[in-house]
């Protein structure tokens, strides 16, 4: 008899855990990320994002990336600098995007081990950084997604 309540506390535990090993991402809304350039670390800031998190899912819209960095000054760089962005969470995100806005130009700038260099020509670059949790099984399913804004000014 016991054998059998042991095997079925078995089957229960598993039952459990089973369904809700899945629960979405760590944290109520997407992960602090941060620029580094040289040794110095600069916050960016969370613009739209879509979380899910303990069986909950929240979806916020702000403005781009040139509206929500209005107020605040833009890290300033030097011409071809390395620029890294940091995200000190796991999992990483399985799909990264980078655009840079100058004069109403928007372009895709390609990440190398989350690394990039800043523009050789002076004046104020601003970068939305798109990440993306997905699925590794079901192609359009996503746990999470964050847009994050900065600025660059070369001088």
């Known amino acids: ?36 350039v040289e040794n110095q670390t600069y916050d960016t800031i969370l613009g739209t ?8 899912g929240e979806c916020v819209d702000t403005a781009g990336p040139v509206e929500l960095l209005k107020e605040r000054k833009p890290i300033e760089v030097k011409p071809g600098e390395t620029v890294k962005i940091i995200m000190d969470y796991y999992p990483k995100p399985n799909e990264i995007h980078l655009s840079q806005i100058n004069n109403n130009n928007e ?5 190398v081990k989350n690394q990039f260099s800043a523009p050789i020509n002076k004046g104020v670059y601003y970068y939305s950084y798109g990440v993306y949790w997905m699925d590794k099984k079901e192609e359009h399913l996503s746990y999470g997604d964050a847009f994050y804004a900065f600025a660059l000014e070369v001088k």
């Open 49 to 56: 994002y879509c979380w899910q998190s303990k069986r909950q």
């Open 1 to 36: 008899m016991s054998k059998l309540l042991s095997v079925s506390i078995l089957f229960f535990f598993l039952i459990f855990t089973g369904c809700s090993a899945n629960n979405g991402m760590k944290g109520n809304k997407p992960p602090k990320t941060m620029v580094q």
């Open 107 to 111: 372009i895709e700038i390609e990440l």
